[in-house]
């Protein structure tokens, strides 16, 4: 029994490297498509127009009536761009650990809903977010 619970704890050791306390791999690895989904991101989002404040994580509505939230802008462009949508995909990660730095309180259960909902978040602060993620992949990729 003794070397089972050995065993398990090595385990869940070897399985916490490169992560955080939440579990989310902080380690991220980038390609050109991650860099271009962001980008894509950023333009569907152009104007403060395009931007939709109230996001329900449903996004065929948005997509119809062309005003986005973040979520559903990085949705739609990884639709463009890959054919599907990769939830945990580092160019998707990267944007949430981004505006980590700037949440301030405003996220509850789901970063980028939770922000980009909040009465407090600008959307010069969802381009910054966008942006500084751009940035970020760029370090990486070229």
């Not at 050995?6 to 955080?20: D, E, K, M, R, Y």
């Not at 991220?28 to 127009?49: E, G, M, R, T, Y």
């Not at 990660?93 to 996220?107: A, D, I, P, S």
Request: glycine content about 4%; proline content about 1%.
């Amino acid at each position: 029994m003794k070397r089972i619970s050995l065993i398990f704890i090595s385990l869940i050791s070897l399985s916490a490297v490169g992560q955080s306390t939440s579990g989310e791999n902080r380690d991220l690895k980038f390609d050109a498509l991650d860099l271009k989904i962001i980008k894509l991101a950023d333009s569907i989002l152009s104007d403060p127009s395009k931007w939709n404040k109230q996001d329900d994580r449903e996004c065929k509505d948005d997509i119809t009536a062309g005003r986005y939230s973040l979520y559903c802008a990085l949705y739609k462009a990884s639709m463009d761009v890959l054919g599907e949508y990769i939830h945990r995909r580092a160019g998707m990660q990267v944007v949430r650990f981004t505006l980590e730095k700037y949440e301030n309180g405003r996220v509850k259960e789901h970063r980028l809903m939770d922000w980009n909902n909040h009465p407090d978040t600008s959307f010069e602060e969802v381009k910054k977010v966008l942006k500084e993620a751009i940035e970020t992949v760029k370090k990486q990729v070229h």
